[in-house]
């Protein structure tokens, strides 16, 4: 499985657009590139994926480049509920495998 | 929106005890899992189960532990003889296919506690 690398912690303001970059060097063919959010004391819980270019849904976008050694996930104007843990995943088996995720703190 | 729901939310138990732990999984779904987070660390896979087998399981999944799907709703872990070390949050999910292209849905976890 690919291993991902991703900054520890980002610090935003509330408004404002937040871009996690990760980085996983050894992607596979089959991989796909997943992200999601974790709040204290709660599950996971899934933002987006894809394969390759850019895709969007209403609460995030991911911008993958051709060479899909990486990733970011792009959160528009965000605000202080967005206060979270981030996690980028990549494979294409049935485990997720979590790495230690960026932890963003939105301040108002 | 169908949601994964787990009980309970806490579970206290004394080293060495048995406990299961219960999950409903969203019921269209054909993939199963267990998480399970110690505090301040990361989430760690446990085990999927498909078709009424274990697909994959990690190393921490051992003897002590095992899942059943006793009916068509529940999903449960259960852990033979608890260990101080098994105090964690334990993260039931599902999903409609393989996690690489499907979303896995997490439930809200049961905290256990051993003492």
């Known amino acids: 499985l690919a291993k991902t690398t991703q900054p520890i912690s980002m610090d935003s303001y509330e408004g404002q657009e937040v871009n996690i970059t990760c980085s996983h060097n050894?992607?596979?063919?089959?991989?796909?590139i997943t992200w999601y959010q974790q709040f204290p004391s709660q599950g996971p819980r899934f933002i987006i994926q894809?394969?390759?270019t850019k895709v969007t849904n209403e609460v995030a976008s991911l911008f993958i480049p051709a060479d899909r050694k990486s990733s970011t996930l792009s959160l528009p104007r965000v605000s202080l509920s967005d206060t979270a843990v981030y996690y980028c995943?990549?494979?294409?088996?049935?485990?997720?495998?979590f790495g230690t995720g960026t932890r963003l703190q939105v301040f108002p | 929106e169908p949601e994964v729901t787990q009980t309970p939310s806490h579970q206290v138990t004394q080293m060495g005890q048995e406990v299961i732990l219960r999950c409903v999984p969203i019921?269209?779904?054909?993939?199963f899992y267990w998480y399970r987070q110690i505090l301040g660390q990361k989430v760690e896979f446990l085990v999927s189960?498909?078709?009424?087998?274990?697909?994959?399981k990690s190393e921490i999944f051992d003897d002590q532990f095992s899942v059943e799907r006793p009916d068509g709703s529940n999903f449960t872990l259960k852990i033979r003889s608890t260990k101080l070390e098994d105090s964690a949050m334990y993260f039931c999910?599902?999903?409609?296919?393989?996690?690489?292209?499907?979303?896995?849905?997490f439930g809200p976890g049961t905290r256990l506690t051993v003492l």
């Open positions: 999910a599902s999903s409609p296919g393989l996690a690489g292209t499907d979303t896995q849905y």
């Open positions: 050894n992607i596979a063919t089959n991989d796909y």
């Open positions: 894809g394969y390759k």
């Open positions: 995943l990549v494979g294409y088996t049935d485990k997720l495998i």
């Open positions: 019921s269209n779904h054909l993939y």
């Open positions: 189960f498909y078709n009424n087998e274990i697909s994959e």
